[in-house]
């Protein structure tokens, strides 16, 4: 079993920073891929950025301003933000995707989520 516990996020005005985090307990070795995911009031969950075989990707609209690392010594996944624009404001979760080793069968764990709120 795998476990996502999230912390961070609040309020903060436009041009601020955030930093999101993700504590992940378990099985850790048989995760893949780690992600952050987010969902604003009334539209789907949308990727932010994944951390896949060592290469990290964002999409579009937050690249050059988020940033996603990983501390492997306390089996933290996290997520820097910076010059927040309100469309920023969702909800935002971590996500953990991997095989378990005895079934081979795969799995993805999600942690609580968190809200961020950006003002204009």
């Known amino acids: 079993q795998v476990r996502l516990v999230q912390s961070g996020g609040g309020l903060v005005q436009a041009g601020g920073s955030l930093r999101l985090s993700c504590a992940v307990s378990?099985?850790?070795?048989?995760?893949?891929?780690m992600a952050w995911y987010r969902q604003a009031p009334g539209k789907q969950r949308e990727l932010v950025g994944v951390?896949?075989?060592?290469?990290?990707t964002y999409t579009d609209s937050v690249q050059g301003r988020f940033t996603i690392s990983r501390d492997v010594a306390k089996n933290t996944l996290y997520l820097q933000m910076n010059a927040l624009k309100p469309e920023d404001t969702a909800v935002y979760y971590c996500?953990?995707?991997?095989?378990?080793?005895?079934?081979?069968?795969?799995?993805?764990?999600w942690g609580q989520g968190t809200q961020v709120t950006v003002s204009s």
């Open positions: 951390i896949r075989s060592g290469t990290t």
């Open positions: 378990g099985s850790i070795s048989s995760i893949n891929t």
């Open positions: 996500n953990v995707e991997g095989v378990w080793p005895v079934t081979g069968r795969a799995y993805d764990a």
